[in-house]
C-alpha cells in the first residue's frame, strides 16, 4: 500500500523521504480533499506500522488475519488506480 501511496502522489510531483512523510502528504493531498476514501487510508496507515513492527520483530501471523490484509491490500490499490484514472 505505501508504495501505491508513493505512486499517487508521484503523480502530482509530490515526493516524501519517510514512510510516514508520505502517508501524511497521501491524507493531505488526497483524503483532506475527498479524492480518496478516508477510512480505507486510515487502514492502510494502521497496517503500515504493523508491517514495520515486523520488518524488526519475528512474529506469527494467523492465517485469516493475513488473508483479511491482503485483502485490504487489493481494495486500497484498487482504489489508488480508480483515484489516478479519474
Sequence with gaps: MLYAVR????????????HAGA??????????T???NAE?????RKLQRKREQAD????DV???????VIE???EFVRG??????G
Excluded at 23 to 32: G, K, N, P
Excluded at 56 to 59: E, L, N, P, V
Aim: proline fraction near 2%; avoid cysteine; charge should be negative.
Design 7 to 18: 505512486a499517487a502522489l508521484s503523480e502530482r510531483d509530490i515526493y516524501a523521504k519517510t
Design 72 to 74: 485490504l491490500a487489493r
Design 23 to 32: 502517508w501524511h502528504e497521501f491524507r493531505r493531498a488526497f483524503v483532506d
Design 40 to 44: 480505507l487510508a486510515a487502514a492502510g
Design 62 to 68: 494467523p492465517a485469516e488475519e493475513a488473508r483479511r
Design 56 to 59: 524488526y520483530d519475528a512474529w
Design 80 to 85: 489508488i488506480e480508480e483515484m489516478i484514472a
Design 34 to 36: 475527498g479524492d480518496f
